[in-house]
């Protein structure tokens, strides 16, 4: 409570910012993810690693979108590519170059896409891939696992209570791979797609183990159901995605998030049998409309961010910058005897309030939410802008000094705390 109470003598522009949003939204909210009580704060500006909010305090950004704001805020390649197709015309009622580029680009980091298409976001390419793979297989079903979050439709939470669920599905344990045969024993011939990420991103950065995601990928080929994976975070992990460093090919991907160069983008691909059913010189072809599926800014963003700024050298090192961090802060977390965790790979990470093996969301059941709301807020006030869940991902610009700034921050924080 007094975390909270000096919370909101801090923020006052903020509070009121969420009033006079509550007359026109529910809440004052149109993102849930974003709301943390007593209410969450409005951010006015962003530039490299750095934000500042509506009472003018400044913070070093450890949230990043939430995965997709890899490149930063106002990185001067994409805003130059960004004005440069402003110049052109935005809506131009037709296909346009810069879209082929784009999917180009995109084929050669993830070849398993060999055809592809665009969405808004990454909610609409899951829906549409699990959709493809229903129409391919003429089955009902999906696989899922309990924790997984492949957009705001498709939310898998503890116990699996799935929320808006368009798709008839099974929910199986992540990480177990008997628990997934046996449901492929039960369910196989219905089943058309297993839809796995291969590290649960919104379920708490829990990386899926090699053995597991090999073991899916052939219980898929053994009952004739594709493998979907949902690269949406995971994609970040390695030019390639984490398909590439396991070397497992999925049937269709599902990727977003950063591929739009931080404009809105979705994309979901694979096999060329499966996807070419979208083909619309096909008698009966599948139909997939969307207005903005190719527009103009968010593919030249996109491809601006993959073309000029998205060097492999860059991605290895931010992701090595991650593993660092994460290393360190759950050092930090040692020395001070808090039964605390950072898991997750590479530039990804999540806290969690416990300590033991963390490798599926019923073992976060004994997580202490509070303590991670305490260090949430302490961070807050040091500085340092993260998840209320417990999420840090960092962009190229958070670099070595920012890395020492949040792991300063975080030492204090604990040893205020122990104080
Ligand atoms: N899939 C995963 C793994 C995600 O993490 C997300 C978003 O966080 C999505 C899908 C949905 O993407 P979007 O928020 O662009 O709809």
Known sequence: EAARAR???????????LAEAATVMPGGNTRSVLFHAP?????????????????????????????????????AVIRQAIIDALADGLSLSSHNRREVALAAEIQRRFPSMALMRFTNSGTEASLLALATAKAFTARPKIMVFDGAYHGGLLSFGRGGSPINVPHAYVVAPYNDLAAAQALVHAHGPTLAAIVVEPMLGAGGCIPGEPAFLRGLSELARGCGALLVFDEVQTSRLSIGGRQAQLGITPDLTVIGKYFGGGLSFG????????????????????????TFNNNVLSMAAGLAGLQQVLTQEALTALNQRGDRLRERLNAVLQTHGVAAQFTGLGSVMNLHGMSGPVHCAADLATSNTLLKELLFFDLLERGVYMAQRGLVTLSLPFDDAACDEMLGAFEDALRTRAA
């Open 7 to 17: 919370y909101r003598e801090r923020n006052p522009a903020s509070e009121r910012q």
């Open 39 to 75: 209410f969450p704060l409005t951010m006015v500006r962003g530039e490299g690693a750095r934000l500042w909010d509506a009472d003018g305090h400044r913070y070093l950004d450890a949230l990043g979108e939430f995965t997709a704001g890899l490149y930063g805020h106002s990185n």
């Open 267 to 290: 994309a979901f691909g694979g096999r060329v049998d499966c996807m070419a059913q979208f083909d619309p010189r096909r008698a009966n072809a599948l139909s997939h409309a969307g």
